[in-house]
């Protein structure tokens, strides 16, 4: 133990040309003006002392400056492959809550209890329909979320489901994107395409997954229970059996409902009940 603490403080010896001795000569430090050396026993019962360094109070807050800012250094670079590896559109990037103007109070809140629970909602894997007009904020919303995330270490995908489509079938990629590889998939503006295998595969592998997932659309979850084909079907009856929370997201104003099944459930997670 003695061993451990003279090595240990020999290695965080910090001595300024401006430190000085006192009257009983030990080093002193010149700002905070506290000894930077003590004596202890070495070896232990042997009556004999060593001198050895300690460490002063600027020492101590030098320290976990520099502990906080390798900390700060380490969260930098997560937050970089984070985004590369799922969040590279830089539109999608700016959408914060710290942007949120707090026009759909009801929704913000949904969104942040959404980020707060995320550990116990992903377990169930459930995710949020956001729905209504262009230019209502879905989107907005649901960036706010990945970012928040983001934010917390988690590994979320934000794309349109077109934009994965092209990924996997073009073949100019190395290596396509890997919806398994993520924590939660955010897919913006779905109801849009003409679906493909492509699309439906990347949905039936988010869904059998367990994957939490988050779409934004046009279409009233009424409507996706009314598909036009086969594809669509296949498509919007996973999305809806996945996202049990759906949100409609108006210019005007807002409505939260859940579809019936585990309803209640996620919004008990949320302590929305
Ligand atoms: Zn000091």
Same mark, same amino acid.
């Given at each position: 133990?003695?061993?451990?603490?003279?090595?240990?403080?020999?290695?965080?010896?910090?001595?300024?040309?401006?430190?000085?001795?006192?009257?009983?000569?030990?080093?002193?430090?010149?700002?905070?003006?506290?000894?930077?050396?003590?004596?202890?026993?070495?070896?232990?019962?042997?009556?004999?002392?060593?001198?050895?360094?300690?460490?002063?109070?600027?020492?101590?807050?030098?320290?976990?400056?520099?502990?906080? =800012?390798?900390?700060?250094?380490?969260?930098?670079?997560?937050? =970089?492959?984070?985004?590369?590896?799922?969040?590279?559109?830089?539109?999608?990037?700016?959408?914060?809550?710290?942007?949120?103007?707090?026009?759909?109070?009801?929704?913000?809140?949904?969104?942040?209890?959404?980020?707060?629970?995320?550990?116990?909602?992903?377990?169930?894997?459930?995710?949020?329909?956001?729905?209504?007009?262009?230019?209502?904020?879905?989107?907005?919303?649901?960036?706010?979320?990945?970012?928040?995330?983001?934010?917390?270490?988690?590994?979320?995908?934000?794309?349109?489901?077109?934009?994965?489509?092209?990924?996997?079938?073009?073949?100019? =990629?190395?290596?396509?994107?890997?919806?398994?590889?993520?924590?939660?998939?955010?897919?913006?503006?779905?109801?849009?395409?003409?679906?493909?295998?492509?699309?439906?595969?990347?949905?039936?592998?988010?869904?059998?997954?367990?994957?939490?997932?988050?779409?934004?659309?046009?279409?009233?979850?009424?409507?996706?229970?009314?598909?036009?084909?086969?594809?669509?079907?296949?498509?919007?009856?996973?999305?809806?059996?996945?996202?049990?929370?759906?949100?409609?997201?108006?210019?005007?104003?807002?409505?939260?409902?859940?579809?019936?099944?585990?309803?209640?459930?996620?919004?008990?997670?949320?302590?929305?009940?």
């Amino acid at each position: 133990m003695i061993n451990e603490i003279i090595e240990k403080t020999a290695s965080i010896r910090h001595e300024h040309p401006s430190d000085y001795k006192d009257k009983d000569g030990y080093l002193v430090c010149h700002k905070c003006h506290k000894r930077k050396e003590m004596d202890i026993e070495y070896p232990k019962g042997s009556k004999k002392y060593k001198r050895v360094f300690i460490t002063c109070d600027c020492d101590k807050e030098e320290q976990l400056r520099l502990k906080q =800012q390798k900390a700060k250094q380490q969260h930098e670079q997560m937050l =970089q492959k984070l985004y590369a590896q799922g969040l590279t559109d830089e539109a999608y990037r700016k959408n914060t809550f710290e942007i949120d103007d707090n026009r759909n109070e009801e929704i913000t809140r949904l969104c942040k209890q959404y980020v707060k629970n995320f550990d116990k909602l992903k377990k169930e894997g459930y995710g949020i329909i956001f729905y209504g007009d262009t230019g209502g904020g879905k989107s907005f919303y649901s960036c706010c979320i990945a970012n928040a995330l983001i934010h917390k270490g988690v590994r979320v995908l934000v794309s349109r489901l077109s934009d994965l489509v092209k990924n996997r079938t073009s073949g100019k =990629q190395d290596s396509p994107v890997n919806v398994k590889n993520f924590d939660l998939i955010v897919l913006d503006d779905i109801g849009a395409e003409n679906y493909t295998p492509t699309a439906y595969n990347i949905i039936d592998d988010i869904y059998r997954s367990n994957i939490p997932l988050i779409v934004t659309t046009n279409l009233a979850p009424s409507m996706m229970k009314k598909p036009k084909t086969i594809e669509q079907k296949r498509i919007y009856d996973r999305v809806i059996e996945r996202c049990c929370i759906t949100a409609k997201v108006d210019v005007r104003k807002t409505r939260l409902d859940m579809s019936r099944k585990n309803r209640e459930q996620a919004m008990a997670i949320m302590g929305l009940t």
